[in-house]
């Protein structure tokens, strides 16, 4: 069975940081590009981050850029978001996400270009900001 599991969440303190954890069952992070996304509240689903299939360039949400970075821990099979310098609009819940018919890191973080038929996503993983 394809799983994603998200990890790691909790409260961060404007300009803290945080690492959170997807963790891959059933297939390798490296096989397809894996999608960061983040709702806030109220909010829509927006993509914060991707990684590219076969240890692609990752790429960032201009929100974002500068300040999150993506790692593959390929022994846990676990793709890690890093959170750097982070601002009390960073309380969503963060979710990360894959598709096999998804390879470009780019397409990846677009929510609305998952198939229904082979996405799989995370439950999502609580960060709260506090000022």
């Known amino acids: 069975e394809v799983q994603l599991v998200e990890s790691g969440g909790g409260l961060v303190q404007a300009g803290g940081s945080l690492t959170l954890s997807c963790e891959a069952s059933?297939?390798?992070?490296?096989?397809?590009?894996v999608g960061w996304f983040r709702q806030a509240p109220g909010k829509e689903r927006e993509g914060v981050a991707c990684?590219?299939?076969?240890?692609?360039?990752?790429t960032f949400a201009e929100s974002v850029k500068g300040r999150f970075a993506i790692f593959t821990d390929n022994h846990k099979n676990t793709m890690l978001l890093r959170m750097d310098n982070a601002k009390t609009e960073a309380t969503a819940v963060y979710y990360c996400?894959?598709?096999?018919?998804?390879?470009?890191?780019?397409?990846?973080?677009?929510?609305?270009?998952?198939?229904?038929?082979?996405?799989?996503w995370g439950k999502g993983t609580l960060v709260t900001g506090s000022s």
């Open positions: 996400a894959a598709d096999p018919l998804l390879l470009a890191c780019r397409e990846s973080r677009d929510p609305t270009a998952y198939h229904s038929s082979t996405h799989t």
């Open positions: 990684s590219g299939s076969n240890n692609g360039p990752a």
């Open positions: 059933g297939f390798s992070v490296n096989d397809y590009a």
